[in-house]
């Protein structure tokens, strides 16, 4: 059995995502996914943005309705997040990132393994992930230990994109 959930973020995860935001942040400046980023904005705000971009996606540049979960241990603490396009872009569906003092523990494939759940429960059976760096060597084994394979590469504002496919039929 697997011991994460993934959850949308709503009022009761205030506190825990503060914790570990204060934490990230002090750790890193680019945290992924962008949709983490919380800035000067008030939690209840960050949550209202939350759900205008489950229906609308109109605080992203692609105009993509997406949601965002937290994946929670059993104890209830954020150890990532990912955010799902409800619809394919150029950098694909899935969107994640494990915090950093969790990293290398194999959380990730856990949480793209649930997340490939919700895709299905979407209707979206070919799912395309683009790793934000061919370098990217940990993120390219968990698409890899979920039955990902190299679909095709691109440029994107002078950078090599490898574009991953999982299909889940």
């Known amino acids: 059995m697997n011991p ?3 959850e949308i973020p709503s009022l009761i995860h205030q506190q825990e995502y503060e914790r570990v935001m204060d934490r990230w942040e002090q750790l ?3 945290i992924q996914p962008e949709l983490m980023r ?3 904005t008030p939690f209840a705000k960050w949550l209202e943005y939350c759900e205008d971009d489950r229906k609308t996606g109109s605080m992203l540049s692609t105009h993509v309705p997406c949601t965002l979960y937290f ?3 059993q104890q209830r603490k ?3 997040s990912i955010v799902l396009n409800h619809e394919d872009t150029k950098r694909g569906h899935l969107h994640a990132g494990i915090v950093p003092w969790c990293r290398g523990k194999g959380y990730g494939t856990y949480m793209l393994a649930l997340a490939l ?3 299905q ?3 979206i059976l070919k799912v395309h992930i683009c790793p934000n760096s061919k370098e990217n060597i940990s993120a390219i084994h968990i698409i890899l230990n979920n039955g990902g394979y190299l ?3 691109f440029v994107d504002d002078g950078h090599i994109i490898q574009r991953y496919e999982i299909i889940l039929a």
Request: with cysteine; aromatic share 4%; net charge negative.
């Open 151 to 153: 679909l095709e590469e």
């Open 4 to 6: 994460f959930t993934l």
């Open 28 to 30: 890193e400046d680019n």
């Open 117 to 119: 759940k919700e895709c």
């Open 78 to 80: 954020i150890i990532g």
């Open 38 to 40: 919380r800035g000067s």
């Open 71 to 73: 994946m929670l241990n």
């Open 121 to 123: 429960n979407k209707g």
